[in-house]
């Protein structure tokens, strides 16, 4: 699903060039459960955001369902986040005007979908998180957690085929930290939706089946637990 | 979709209230104000449109021009309408003359009521007046109303005026006790958007009554007191008429025996609906106003409009920290950056249209006082004119989109990456762009306050100038050809009966007004053949005592000199420099020629030379005058216009009550009316007073607006730097160090406002100060406005930056910190 070839994000300093990552070479497939791991400052993000289409690499190839991501202009790079991936994020980023039900619904305004249809699947999807109850309420009258479940129903909405999460566990203590894996791990394993996240802790990167390493932008260990 | 951003739009604007007030209420102010402006200019601009055929219908003037006088005038000669009209038949469908005796007050009187009144607006006109403008007949025939001599159509107003409830058709009215007009037509009254004003017209044929001893009357091409107007032919073009014009100068101007030799005239013809903005010529039916305080108006609401939409610009791009978080959401959930465009543009126009809702319901509200202050009658109705509602709405829109895109373009372009780390850093460029439209916006209000306040000082100066004359505690009587005129000795002698009246004399013009006599009286040491015209005066005696002139050599008119009679004049300074005399005593005896090319020339000798004063209005610089005396009755009717009569100071009431009592004894005919000169004379100024009251008006709005958007910056700023406030004051800072802080970048932007403002405004009054040959003392005054308007703005500024400043500062440093 993803091929990363060789991939150099850095920025030019006046004197010299620091690199974020530097010759990254990545293959993800349709249904793997990736977490990637890393210090802060070790380019997790960065690495995120360019497979999310967020930001761009500098040097190196991107192929994204074998469709070269390098060449997409930016309205091509916005149909694909409406049709295939979903972003699930550390502090939630809810827009604090709309209301947990309009929150979840946004996603499918920017698709088009229609009224009827839009109501009936933003209904499934707070059934399925248990928020029904929560649906008019705006996002600073909830829990962090609860945001984060709107913040996964809002990716989930769209049935994206990946799901990208930075560090999405990262605000919440360990029992609403579980929920969210747990969740992932369901989607994962039921609905074959690929999900890379980003995380520093060990017990939630073993949600997935695979573990990149990061360090000073660069891989050093791929999937160290496969090795064990 | 729609709907999502509706709801965002409105969430937003009630979840910051105070910035949505400023926003919109400075966009309703400023919208309402352009609209007030707007309806003005549009009333100004329409004037004379409302005669069906305005397009086709011009005025036909006349420039006088001779070796060192230039008169543009908008009166001709009688006959040049009916000549034109026999000369041109494919070109002209029709002329109308109008002609008011050369006089400004005329006296009709009811005699079967009893009742009298003078008028202003009443002039003979030919019968085609009716297929030519349209006026509303509500009774009578258009075709046949003026038709006969003797005719005579009055307005409404007038009809109850005269004839209360009864029918005015077929009765008459008494024409200053010389001639019976019988009423043969009613029409609506005339709309005050025209340049002439109406309320009586009496058929032009009367004339050959009037003048029945002299049947000669208008034979003459060089005596021009008629306003000629015509309509073109469908199709003809007014230059096809005007390239044939100079045959008629040629074949009876210049052919008329009296024409004098070296004096040449050019006609022309003025689209009448040009005649209200941009005509200024000699001899106007009315005073018309300029298209000069359009523009500057319509500049004033341009200001105010882009002031207002600055705020909006300012105020949207400031907060953009708030909306950032949703514009990267947004983008990574998959919106276009042209539709998070859309969305912001879409908020603008909606902000947009809540202000115009309530600039429309301020312009109702204001309406009122505005037509008052500029003295029209405006009207704004939403739905009596087809185009105001899509007018409106283009202007929403323009407005929208010219406030609102640079705020969309700038939220639109954030990156989702760097947006959703959630520490966005306000980016330098957005902040040097306010910075930039927050001078730009402090620089148009210095403009305006600098500008008003250099209008009024000149508007007071003109008002307050010593004219060389007491124009104070004088009344003045119209007694043109009146029975006043014919019993003046009597009159004069009775009403100085009383102790409060000071001294009374009669005069030709009213001096000190812009209406002026030029005359052909000249020096004898310029040679008989002279031809040029000087402004002359003719008065009684006590003409010097009753206004306080100053006599600087010489004496003043006197009975006890019987040569004064016949040949007494007295001059102005500036004549004496003419004569090209080293002292005004010189003069004394220096002789003049009246008329002197003609049968019945007169030599009159200089008996004293006054001080110069402003016998014309301060809009014109001092001429070389003569004052010539006017003794006996058949001078007096034939010159003499106005009586003056000085009265002691305080309560004028007595002695007016006596003047009265007198005028009706000499007068049973006409209407006692009287002016005092002083008013008379503010008059004049009218046009500049209206603007310097509305630029006064207008740059508070201004400021008010700015201040406003400065208002908002400034919280904004205090809540940016809250936590460095809190820092600071942990460490000692006391609340004027934290004033100091948040006000000091935005006084210097003020500054450079100033900078900016000052050589530009100094520029633009000085070429307006030119048009005015008496200005108040600009160097003196100039530098204290300028530093004054400076001071001014920074502590408007001050006052509003300090509202947030103290705010700021009280707060608990450890909430400030804690928070963050």
């Given amino acids: 699903m993803i091929k990363l070839r060789n991939i150099d994000r850095y920025i030019d300093k006046r004197l010299q060039r620091n690199f974020i990552l530097k010759g990254i070479d990545l293959d993800i497939a349709e249904g793997d459960f990736v977490s990637i791991m890393g210090p802060s400052g070790a380019g997790t993000s960065t690495l995120l955001n360019i497979i999310g289409f967020l930001d761009d690499a500098n040097e190196g190839e991107y192929f994204f369902l074998d469709e070269p991501v390098h060449g997409l202009n930016e309205k091509q790079k916005s149909e694909y986040h409406r049709s295939y991936i979903g972003f699930v994020f550390q502090a939630y980023h809810l827009i604090d005007e709309l209301t947990v039900y309009e929150n979840i619904e946004m996603p499918l305004l920017y698709r088009k979908v229609k009224g009827s249809q839009r109501k009936s699947m933003v209904a499934d999807m707070l059934d399925r998180f248990n928020i029904v109850a929560k649906k008019d309420l705006f996002p600073n009258q909830l829990s962090g957690g609860q945001q984060q479940l709107v913040g996964v129903a809002r990716a989930l909405i769209g049935s994206p085929k990946l799901i990208l999460a930075d560090e999405p566990t990262g605000n919440l203590h360990s029992d609403q930290s579980k929920e969210i894996m747990q969740i992932f791990k369901k989607l994962n394993q039921e609905d074959g939706v690929t999900i890379i996240q980003v995380t520093h802790s060990d017990e939630m990167a073993s949600y997935g089946d695979r573990i990149i390493n990061l360090q000073d932008g660069a891989v050093t260990e791929n999937n160290p637990y496969e090795e064990e | 979709m729609f709907k999502n951003y509706i709801k965002i739009a409105v969430r937003n604007l009630l979840k910051n209230k105070v910035y949505s007030l400023i ?8 919208l309402a104000t352009s609209l007030l402006i707007l309806l003005y200019v549009l009333n100004e601009w329409n004037y004379d449109t409302f005669n069906e055929r305005s397009e086709s219908i011009f005025r036909v003037i006349q420039t006088m021009e001779s070796e060192n006088n230039v008169e543009k005038e908008a009166s001709t000669p009688f006959l040049l309408g009916p000549v034109l009209e026999a000369e041109f038949p494919d070109l002209i469908q029709k002329t109308v003359r109008f002609y008011n005796l050369q006089e400004t007050s005329h006296t009709f009187r009811n005699k079967q009521k009893g009742v009298s009144f003078s008028e202003e607006n009443f002039y003979f006109v030919d019968s085609t007046f009716f297929s030519i403008f349209s006026a509303n007949l509500v009774r009578g025939n258009p075709n046949e109303a003026l038709k006969n001599p003797g005719s005579l159509v009055i307005t409404k107003e007038l009809s109850e005026k005269y004839f209360g409830n009864e029918d005015p058709m077929g009765k008459t009215l008494n024409y200053k006790g010389v001639i019976d007009l019988t009423v043969t037509g009613i029409m609506e009254s005339w709309p005050n958007q025209s340049h002439m004003e109406i309320d009586l017209i009496a058929s032009y044929t009367s004339l050959n009554e009037m003048y029945s001893s002299d049947q000669e009357y208008d034979q003459s091409w060089l005596w021009n007191p008629i306003w000629t107007y015509m309509l073109l032919k469908e199709g003809a073009e007014p230059s096809d008429l005007e390239s044939q014009l100079p045959i008629i100068t040629e074949n009876y101007f210049y052919a008329y025996s009296g024409w004098p030799a070296d004096e040449t005239v050019e006609l022309s013809l003025q689209p009448l609906t040009d005649i209200h903005l941009h005509s200024n010529l000699d001899s106007e039916m009315e005073v018309n106003s300029s298209v000069l305080y359009l523009y500057i108006l319509l500049v004033v609401a341009g200001f105010i409009l882009i002031i207002a939409c600055i705020n909006f610009m300012n105020l949207s791009t400031a907060r953009s920290l708030e909306r950032s978080r949703e514009v990267g959401m947004r983008k990574v959930l998959g919106g276009y950056r042209k539709q998070l465009f859309y969305q912001f543009i879409g908020e603008s ?6 202000a115009i809702t309530i600039g429309v319901i301020l312009v109702f509200l204001s309406l009122p006082s505005f037509s008052e202050m500029v003295g029209k009658e405006l009207s704004f109705n939403l739905f009596t004119h087809p185009a105001t509602i899509p007018g409106l709405i283009v202007f929403t829109i323009f407005v929208g989109l010219f406030a609102g895109s640079y705020p969309a373009i700038y939220l639109s372009s954030f990156e989702p990456v760097q947006v959703l780390k959630g520490s966005v850093v306000q980016g330098k460029k957005s902040a040097l762009f306010r910075k930039m439209l927050v001078t730009f916006q402090f620089t148009l209000s210095v403009v305006l306050i600098i500008g008003t306040a250099i209008i009024y000082k000149q508007i007071q100066f003109i008002q307050e100038k010593d004219l060389g004359f007491d124009e104070s505690s004088i009344v003045l009587l119209p007694t043109k050809q009146n029975l006043v005129a014919w019993e003046f000795e ?43 015209l000087n402004l002359a005066l003719h008065t009684t005696y006590d003409f010097v005592e009753t206004f306080d002139l100053k006599l600087i050599a010489g004496r003043s008119f006197s009975k006890d000199f019987p040569t004064d009679a016949k040949q007494a004049v007295l001059i102005n300074r500036e004549m004496v420099s003419k004569l090209e005399l080293n002292s005004p005593d010189e003069a004394i005896g220096e002789a003049f020629y009246f008329f002197p090319t003609n049968e019945d020339r007169e030599t009159k000798y200089v008996i004293g030379v006054l001080e110069d004063f402003n016998y014309t209005s301060l809009k014109k610089e001092i001429e070389p005058l003569t004052i010539s005396l006017v003794d006996g009755v058949i001078p007096f009717l034939g010159l003499i216009e106005y009586t003056a009569i000085e009265i002691a100071p305080g309560n004028p009431s007595d002695a007016l009550a006596h003047i009265e009592k007198i005028w009706k004894e000499v007068n049973p005919i006409d209407p006692f009316e009287y002016q005092f000169l002083d008013d008379r004379l503010t008059e004049i100024y009218q046009a500049e007073d209206t603007m310097s009251s509305l630029s006064l008006a207008f740059s508070m709005l201004c400021i008010l607006i700015a201040s406003l958007g400065l208002l908002g910056l400034a919280s904004y700023s205090a809540q940016l730097k809250e936590k460095e406030i809190g820092i600071r004051k942990s460490l000692g800072a006391s609340i004027p160090d934290i004033i100091k802080l948040l006000s000091k970048d935005f006084l210097v932007l003020i500054a450079i406002a100033n900078c900016i403002a000052w050589p530009f405004t100094y520029y633009i009054a000085m070429n307006w100060l030119q048009n005015f040959p008496y200005r108040f003392d600009v160097y003196t005054n100039i530098p204290i406005i300028f530093i004054g308007s400076g001071i001014f703005i920074m502590i408007i500024a001050l006052a509003t930056i300090s509202y947030h400043a103290v705010k700021a500062a009280l707060v608990n440093p450890v909430d400030a910190i804690s928070n963050n």
């Fill in chain 2, 23 to 30: 926003n919109i209420f400075g966009l309703a102010i400023g």
């Fill in chain 2, 349 to 354: 126009f909606l902000i947009c249209l809540i």
């Fill in chain 2, 490 to 532: 009597t009159f004069k002698e009775q009403v100085l009966s009383f102790s409060q009246i000071e001294s009374i004399t009669a005069l030709s013009k009213i001096i000190g007004s812009e209406k002026q006599e030029h005359y052909h009286y000249v020096p004898e040491k310029f040679g008989e053949s002279n031809d040029e």
